[in-house]
């Protein structure tokens, strides 16, 4: 079965622009989380949604947000830009949220430069 | 607050030998804990994963083994070989509560394998 798709795979913006990523899951699997990797922060827990609804969020400010549509693709905006948004964008599926079930799987993320 | 560590940020092993990668955490409400292996520009791949009710995991080549009263967990791989030279990630999560789909990760530590 087809992986995690992210789209775009690299992406340049301005400071002060906006720009919105995507992110297509498995097949069935209904919870898309998505992380923030910059060097030596590792990965950094952004929001999860699960049909339709943000059931977790982590501690980004309010330019970072996200929806979820009725076939499970996700899609994450960031506002306003700044420099240290530059980071790989990782979005991860599973069938329920929880990793337990094996099912949690990564995408190959979206690096994005802002300049 | 960084409740996952890796303290180690480079490791370099012979092949054949074994490698031994370990992770910290200080947050006593983690109960799942996972490995996860990456490539420069992809997204992280799931190794092996361990529950809190185990203190060892096996999978072929790789063993994780959980120590709950340091809060300790270590990723061995034998024998070491050159594919593994990877990033390796440890992450855990909560998975008894709502938040199972949030994983806190480590930052990551560089494993090399020589020949």
């Known amino acids: 079965k087809a992986g995690v798709t992210q789209t775009p795979r690299y992406l340049i913006k301005t400071r002060g622009q906006q720009v919105t990523l995507s992110c297509s899951p498995i097949s069935g699997h209904r919870s898309v989380s998505w992380y923030q990797q910059t060097p030596g922060q590792g990965l950094q827990f952004l929001f999860e949604?699960?049909?339709?609804?943000?059931?977790n969020k982590g501690n980004f400010p309010g330019r970072f947000s996200g929806r979820q549509f009725s076939n499970s693709r996700s899609e994450m905006n960031v506002s306003t830009l700044e420099l240290g948004d530059s980071a790989l964008y990782l979005c991860a599926s599973s069938l329920e949220g929880s990793p337990s079930n094996y099912g949690y799987t990564f995408g190959s993320g979206t690096r994005l430069t802002v300049v | 607050d960084q409740q996952v560590k890796q303290n180690s940020p480079s490791l370099s092993v012979q092949e054949g030998r074994i490698s031994i990668l370990n992770c910290d955490y200080t947050?006593?409400?983690?109960?799942?804990f996972l490995w996860y292996k990456k490539y420069p520009a992809e997204g992280p791949t799931f190794l092996i994963s361990?529950?809190?009710?185990?203190d060892k995991n096996e999978d072929g080549r790789f063993t994780v083994f959980l120590n709950k009263s340091a809060k300790h967990l270590s990723l061995h791989i034998v024998p070491s070989q050159p594919g593994d030279s990877a990033v390796y990630f440890c992450a855990a999560s909560d998975v008894r509560t709502g938040t199972a789909s949030k994983l806190t990760f480590g930052t990551g530590t560089r494993l090399q394998v020589t020949l």
């Open positions: 949604y699960f049909s339709e609804t943000q059931r």
């Open positions: 361990i529950s809190s009710i185990k």
């Open positions: 947050n006593s409400m983690f109960d799942y």
